[in-house]
Every structure is written in C-alpha cells, then in structure tokens.
C-alpha cells in the first residue's frame, strides 16, 4: 500500500463532533435567546408647544418652584390685609388733606412691593438654577437654536406669575376693603379692575425682566441684586440726586408700573399709557439683550 493510501481513513471510520451526552431524566439544555432588535425610537421636530411643555414640566418638578412663588401670594395678601387693618386703625390720626387722598385701592394692593422680590428671585432662579447644574446643557442639546428656550420660559412665567398674582390681588383687595370697614369700596368702583389686573400685569412684566436678566448674567447673585437695586434702591436712590435728575425716576421700571395700576399716583407719575409703554421697552431691551446673549456666547 502507498503511503497516500495507509493515511487514507476508511468511510466507516470517520469521527463526528463529540456531543455532550445527556442523562436519562435530566432536563435538555436550554436554547439560547436569540436577540430581538430594538425598537426604534420615534423622533419628533423642536416646536415652541414641545418646548413650553418641556418647561413647564422642569417649572413644576421643583419644590423651591413652588415655595417662591407661595410667598409672592402670601405677601401679596397678607400685607395688602394689614395695610387695611391698620389704616383703618389709625384713621382718625390721618390729617384732612390724607385723609381726602386715601386711596383703598392702592393700600390694599401695597403687598406688590415685596411680592415683586419674590417673583424676582424666582424668576432669575429658573434660568441661572439651569446654568449652576449643568443642566442647560441638555436643554440646549434638545434645542439647538436655543431662542425657543428663552421665548418659552419667558411666556411660561409670565403666565403662571399673571394668573397667581391676580387671585392674589383679588383676594388682598377684598379682605382689605373688609378691614377698611366703612372707608373701603366695592368691585365696581372706579379704578379698582385696572388696579387689580393692573398689579398683576405689572408683577407679570417683572417675572419676564427677571427672567431675562438670568440668561444675561448667568448668576443667581447678580441677577438678584440687580433686579432688586433696579426695583427697590434706584427709585429710593433717585431722590437724593439734584431736581435736575430727578424728571428721570418715572421712567424707572417699578414707577411706571406703579403708573400703570395706581387710583392715585403722584403729581410727576407717567400717565397709564405713558407707564405701560415705558415698561414695555424695558421687556423689549432685556429681552433683545437676553436673545444677544444666547446667540454670541457659549453655554
């Protein structure tokens, strides 16, 4: 035989694959998953109602969110009470002519002195809180173009601050014209709807100044510092400069929405239209410098 022929194997000889054999009894082995493909997953165009929800969602996650806006209320109705309680009070200690310029609206409303603070820091809280986070990031990787972003949180806020803060003046004036007892008015007196709706318009113009403000500086500190100093120091401020200066204070933000919803506002007080166009550059320039912002700068 050759030697091609004595490694050759013969047919019958051959050997199979050895398996592993499997006790009598025993379970077979299991078969292996075989692996499912994933679903994909649907993807849906950036449009300004998906961004409002989205914010709306962050907006009511938080509990601070909450809280902020609590106090607003609170102090909106709890001082426009006590104002009425204690002008009531101390009612004969007034002199005639005070006496003959009371105006129950505007002491009834006076909580938006402090309430406007309060929507203030929240609304500078929504946009700088992002920032500190991280979360921005993300915020910004779901919108690219980033100015739905700000259009989006600007009108949100506006809208929850209008809508609180007008049951909230509601409530101040109706409780306080209580308190007034028989020195206070009704619903259907003059100027009471537009101080109402007015205050509330008004705290509304601030949450988007605040707002604003927050994509411009990036910083919960500065932006609450300079909305205070812009809302509560600079008309105190400004009554220390000469007279010559002085024609500028009622171009300031709080004195013409002051303007806008006062029964009585003072002798060199904008008109109404005059205060609610003032104010309404005011939003124009801190939103145009808030679009700015996000346009040229990085997150």
């Keep these: 035989m050759s030697a091609p022929d004595a490694r050759a194997v013969p047919s019958d000889e051959v050997t199979l694959p050895r398996q592993r054999s499997v006790l009598p009894g025993a379970p077979a082995p299991a078969a292996r998953p075989v692996a499912q493909p994933r679903p994909a997953v649907p993807s849906h165009p950036v449009t300004a109602r998906r961004v409002l929800a989205s914010e709306w969602v962050k907006f009511r996650s938080l509990r601070s969110t909450a809280w902020t806006l609590l106090s607003a209320v609170l102090l909106m109705i709890g001082i426009g009470w006590l104002a009425g309680w204690g002008s009531n009070d101390s009612w004969a200690d007034l002199s005639p002519q005070e006496q003959a310029t009371f105006s129950p609206v505007d002491i009834t409303l006076a909580g938006f002195y402090l309430a406007q603070l309060a929507v203030s820091v929240l609304g500078v809280l929504l946009v700088t809180g992002e920032y500190a986070t991280g979360m921005v990031r993300a915020t910004f990787a779901a919108v690219p173009r980033r100015l739905p972003v700000l259009w989006a949180k600007a009108v949100l806020f506006a ?42 318009g008004y705290l509304a113009a601030v949450a ?53 919803f006062s029964a009585h506002p003072s002798a060199d007080s904008l008109g109404a239209v005059a205060g609610s166009v003032t104010l309404g550059l005011w939003l124009l320039a801190a939103l145009l410098a808030a679009a700015w912002t996000l346009s040229r700068r990085d997150v």
Excluded at 213 to 218: D, I, Y
Excluded at 240 to 250: A, E, F, I, M
Aim: net charge neutral.
């Design 208 to 260: 988007v100044l605040a707002v604003a403000l927050g994509f411009v500086l990036r910083s919960t500190a500065g932006g609450v510092a300079t909305m205070c100093g812009l809302l509560l120091v600079a008309p105190t401020l400004g009554l220390l400069l000469p007279k010559s200066w002085q024609h500028l204070l009622p171009y300031l933000p709080s004195n013409a929405g002051a303007a806008v």
């Design 159 to 200: 809208g929850v601050s209008f809508l609180s803060m007008l049951a909230a003046a509601a409530v101040s004036f109706a409780g306080g014209q209580q308190l007034l007892d028989e020195h206070g008015i009704g619903i259907h007196d003059a100027g009471v709807v537009r101080g109402i709706v007015g205050v509330a």
